[in-house]
């Protein structure tokens, strides 16, 4: 009779069990978690809007905060280093809660980063870095970007090959993290290389008219070029438009975020190949870094995370559908 008893009292308490479970339960982490993001702010100061980079970069923290009650802002200094400091000094005495920044070189911002965090700020750099380590940097490893380019151009120019040797650089702004640590990458390369020949190592400072004439003189210089390498694609139309107007087969490797204009550049022959650090996915993990600053709250200034991009060299004939992303509209 007691063993009945307790079987008795063991099903009703399975059978409360499962009711409870039928009715649902709550998420213990759940109120928790939407809080911490409540009444929060993101500024973002890019070097300017209204390119890929940029914008991408903006749309995937928009659409991943927004959502979550982040009230997200974006200060614009269209280019200018000068009015970038003045955002960041006018964000410093509002104090969002995080500031996502673009830096146009390693030194700038550098002291403005520092008393942001000594602020009681967070700090995100994205894809180019300061000489100032902040909570979190989210980009590409420019030193092993350029190592990995150093050794696709031996291995599409190197006389053993069938190439002439000779090669050029375009770089963006020398200042820049962009082109100061892939530098060092390369020149690490090519330092045990002696049968290629950098004839050219020239900065464009972004612009593609810029790039365009520097390669239309080293082409004139050297006819038998074997290869440009720029630092960026957007840049680089004017690279390709300059090799186009040669009527030489000079093999054009760029670099950019990987919107579709890269895999239509590929595609119709402006580009050879083209370096990606996928834009959607540096999205991604500033918002994820940025919602683990939110729920951990650590004493700004106590973190220095790196989280490097993986890079995907893409060609015509490796790149797939899905390889490039595009902005609305586009």
Known sequence: MEMMKTMALAAGITAGAGMALA??????????????FKDRTVAYVPVAMGFDLTEGWAMGLRDALEPL??????????????????AITSL???KPDVMVVHNPDVQSYARLLKKAEDAGIHVVQVNMR???????FIGADYIGMGEQIGERLVEVCAPANGGSGKIAITQGVLTAAASAYQMKGINTVL???????????QA????ATKARNIAATVIQQHPDLCAIAGFWDVMDVGTAAAIKDSGKDVYLLTQGGGNQSACDGLEDGTYDEVVVYSVPGQARDMADMIKQLFQLNPEA???????????????KANMKPGSCWSLPGQ
């Open 130 to 136: 300061s000489s100032y380590s902040t909570a979190a």
């Open 92 to 94: 410093i005495d509002e």
């Open 23 to 36: 009715q649902g339960i709550d998420d213990p982490t759940r109120a928790e978690y939407y809080d911490a």
């Open 204 to 207: 464009a400072d972004w612009d």
């Open 69 to 86: 009650g982040v009230n997200f802002e974006i200060r614009d200094p269209n280019w200018s280093t000068s009015a970038g400091a003045q």
């Open 301 to 315: 200034g106590t973190m220095k995370t790196t989280l490097f991009t993986p890079l995907d060299f893409l060609t």
């Open 191 to 201: 330092e045990q290389h002696p049968e290629i020949q950098l004839v050219s190592n």
